[in-house]
Protein backbone atom coordinates (compact mmCIF):
# COMPACT_ATOMS: atom_id res chain seq x y z
CA UNK A 1 0.00 0.00 0.00
CA UNK A 2 1.26 3.63 -1.11
CA UNK A 3 0.07 6.46 0.42
CA UNK A 4 0.30 10.04 -0.81
CA UNK A 5 -0.55 13.09 0.91
CA UNK A 6 -1.84 16.44 -0.12
CA UNK A 7 -3.02 19.95 0.83
CA UNK A 8 -1.21 21.13 3.65
CA UNK A 9 0.49 24.40 3.62
CA UNK A 10 0.12 28.22 5.41
CA UNK A 11 -3.36 29.58 6.64
CA UNK A 12 -4.39 31.93 8.81
CA UNK A 13 -6.26 31.18 12.14
CA UNK A 14 -10.02 30.47 11.69
CA UNK A 15 -9.51 29.75 8.10
CA UNK A 16 -9.69 26.48 6.87
CA UNK A 17 -7.83 23.51 5.37
CA UNK A 18 -8.63 20.19 3.05
CA UNK A 19 -6.01 17.61 3.55
CA UNK A 20 -6.01 14.83 0.79
CA UNK A 21 -4.58 11.31 0.91
CA UNK A 22 -5.10 8.78 -1.99
CA UNK A 23 -3.99 5.17 -1.48
CA UNK A 24 -2.90 2.82 -4.52
CA UNK A 25 -1.61 -1.06 -4.60
CA UNK A 26 -3.20 -3.37 -1.99
CA UNK A 27 -6.42 -1.14 -1.04
CA UNK A 28 -9.02 -3.74 -0.62
CA UNK A 29 -6.89 -5.08 2.12
CA UNK A 30 -7.40 -1.56 3.95
CA UNK A 31 -9.80 -1.88 7.18
CA UNK A 32 -9.41 1.89 7.98
CA UNK A 33 -7.67 5.06 7.39
CA UNK A 34 -6.94 7.99 9.14
CA UNK A 35 -4.74 11.43 10.04
CA UNK A 36 -2.04 11.59 13.01
CA UNK A 37 -0.02 14.70 13.36
CA UNK A 38 3.35 15.25 15.08
CA UNK A 39 4.30 18.70 16.79
CA UNK A 40 8.90 18.81 16.45
CA UNK A 41 10.14 16.30 19.13
CA UNK A 42 6.76 14.82 19.93
CA UNK A 43 5.68 11.19 19.37
CA UNK A 44 2.66 11.34 16.53
CA UNK A 45 -0.39 11.85 18.03
CA UNK A 46 -4.04 10.18 16.76
CA UNK A 47 -5.94 13.03 14.84
CA UNK A 48 -9.46 11.14 13.39
CA UNK A 49 -9.69 7.97 11.23
CA UNK A 50 -12.27 6.47 9.02
CA UNK A 51 -13.00 2.73 8.96
CA UNK A 52 -14.22 0.65 6.10
CA UNK A 53 -17.83 0.87 6.85
CA UNK A 54 -17.80 4.45 7.60
CA UNK A 55 -17.64 4.50 11.06
CA UNK A 56 -15.86 8.00 12.33
CA UNK A 57 -14.09 8.60 15.47
CA UNK A 58 -11.74 11.88 16.38
CA UNK A 59 -9.20 12.33 19.01
CA UNK A 60 -10.86 14.95 21.64
CA UNK A 61 -8.79 17.79 20.83
CA UNK A 62 -10.97 18.31 17.20
CA UNK A 63 -13.58 17.30 17.51
CA UNK A 64 -16.03 19.74 16.28
CA UNK A 65 -13.14 21.24 13.77
CA UNK A 66 -12.34 18.12 11.92
CA UNK A 67 -14.07 16.51 9.88
CA UNK A 68 -12.90 12.90 7.85
CA UNK A 69 -14.76 11.71 5.02
CA UNK A 70 -13.96 9.61 1.85
CA UNK A 71 -13.83 9.83 -1.64
CA UNK A 72 -16.59 8.07 -3.73
CA UNK A 73 -13.74 5.12 -4.62
CA UNK A 74 -12.98 5.06 -1.13
CA UNK A 75 -9.50 4.97 -1.55
CA UNK A 76 -9.36 8.22 -1.10
CA UNK A 77 -9.61 9.99 2.55
CA UNK A 78 -9.96 13.86 3.37
CA UNK A 79 -9.52 15.89 6.86
CA UNK A 80 -11.24 19.48 6.42
CA UNK A 81 -9.80 21.40 9.39
CA UNK A 82 -11.89 24.64 10.08
CA UNK A 83 -11.28 27.20 12.34
CA UNK A 84 -7.66 26.74 12.24
CA UNK A 85 -5.79 27.70 15.55
CA UNK A 86 -1.77 27.74 16.17
CA UNK A 87 -1.70 24.91 17.89
CA UNK A 88 -3.14 22.76 14.41
CA UNK A 89 0.77 23.44 13.13
CA UNK A 90 2.27 20.39 12.61
CA UNK A 91 3.17 17.99 10.21
CA UNK A 92 0.46 15.68 9.44
CA UNK A 93 0.27 12.18 8.25
CA UNK A 94 -2.22 9.96 6.70
CA UNK A 95 -1.96 6.52 7.62
CA UNK A 96 -3.62 3.18 6.72
CA UNK A 97 -4.45 0.09 8.19
CA UNK A 98 -4.23 -2.97 6.28
CA UNK A 99 -5.04 -6.21 7.24
CA UNK A 100 -4.58 -9.87 5.87
CA UNK A 101 -4.34 -13.39 7.12
CA UNK A 102 -1.10 -12.76 8.53
CA UNK A 103 -1.82 -9.99 10.17
CA UNK A 104 -2.53 -6.00 10.51
CA UNK A 105 -0.21 -3.69 9.31
CA UNK A 106 0.48 0.15 9.33
CA UNK A 107 1.41 2.07 6.53
CA UNK A 108 1.98 5.77 6.57
CA UNK A 109 2.28 8.44 3.90
CA UNK A 110 4.73 10.97 4.02
CA UNK A 111 3.61 13.63 5.87
CA UNK A 112 2.29 17.28 4.81
CA UNK A 113 3.34 20.24 6.85
CA UNK A 114 0.29 22.79 8.27
CA UNK A 115 1.51 26.10 9.43
CA UNK A 116 -1.37 28.31 10.83
CA UNK A 117 -0.16 32.18 11.71
CA UNK A 118 -1.90 33.89 14.17
Known amino acids: VQLQAFGGGLAQAGGSLRLSCAAS????????MGWYRQYPGNEREFVATITSDGSTSYATSGKGRFTISRGNAKNTVYLQINNLQPEDTAVYYC?????????????WGQGTQVTVSS
Open 25 to 32: GSIFSINA
Open 95 to 107: HALYSDYAGNYDY
